[in-house]
T-cell receptor, first 114, second 115 residues
Framework: AQSVTQPDIHITVSEGASLELRCNYSYGATPYLFWYVQSPGQGLQLLLKYFSGDTLVQGIKGFEAEFKRSQSSFNLRKPSVHWSDAAEYFCAVAKGTGGFKTIFGAGTRLFVKA | EAGVVQSPRYKIIEKKQPVAFWCNPISGHNTLYWYRQNLGQGPELLIRYENEEAVDDSQLPKDRFSAERLKGVDSTLKIQPAELGDSAVYLC?????????????FGPGTRLTVL
């Protein structure tokens, strides 16, 4: 069965420091991978997605993610965190052909300290 | 451009009572999704519509949940009767199409508390 694991329930990072959020997936075929961010009281917003090609994907708000097939990982990174990045981050994998279903991880809550 | 609109934002009800949530997707978006997000979890798909047709409702508890998307625009999700375990955030999302390349845009959700 397809699944997404985010090993860290929460992470605290100092403002200006670098960030890496981990995501591991289990899927038998070529995965379609996503990272979403959810701020308090807001809906989810797509940060970036990977379908094929270059394994380093650039997204919005200065985020990037790297797909590593050998490690079944799709980690999210940002070189310098801002206080406004504090939110919940969800990794997701899409399965199916034609109409697809998105499977979300449990999320990682990011705290940013001054 | 207006985003996905959901109402109400919050709802508190007693168990066994009915409840309904409303969603208005982004104009022109043919695909509409309802998700449930339990506390500390990611969203889980309940039902997906292509225009007015429900094309994936495999995760919808059909004994108590129902949904409709008349005229292929806005949608209503209903629970009758509600149970304590239904307390969650119900998210609506929409996309232009149903392919991998079609970005899903999420509404702010309705937070349901069942007492």
């Amino acid at each position: 069965a397809q699944s997404v694991t985010q090993p860290d329930i929460h992470i605290t990072v100092s403002e200006g420091a670098s960030l890496e959020l981990r995501c591991n997936y289990s899927y038998g075929a070529t995965p379609y991978l996503f990272w979403y961010v959810q701020s308090p009281g807001q809906g989810l917003q797509l940060l970036l997605k990977y379908f094929s090609g270059d394994t380093l994907v650039q997204g919005i708000k200065g985020f990037e993610a790297e797909f590593k097939r050998s490690q079944s990982s799709f980690n999210l990174r940002k070189p310098s965190v801002h206080w406004s990045d504090a939110a919940e981050y969800f990794c997701a994998v899409a399965k199916g052909t034609g109409g697809f279903k998105t499977i979300f991880g449990a999320g990682t809550r990011l705290f940013v300290k001054a | 451009e207006a985003g996905v609109v959901q109402s109400p934002r919050y709802k508190i009800i007693e168990k066994k009572q009915p409840v309904a949530f409303w969603c208005n997707p982004i104009s022109g978006h043919n695909t509409l999704y309802w998700y449930r997000q339990n506390l500390g979890q990611g969203p889980e798909l309940l039902i997906r519509y292509e225009n007015e047709e429900a094309v994936d409702d495999s995760q919808l508890p059909k004994d108590r949940f129902s949904a409709e998307r008349l005229k292929g625009v806005d949608s209503t999700l209903k629970i009758q009767p509600a149970e304590l375990g239904d307390s969650a955030v119900y998210l609506c999302a929409s996309s232009l199409g149903q392919g991998f390349a079609d970005t899903q845009y999420f509404g702010p959700g309705t937070r349901l508390t069942v007492l």
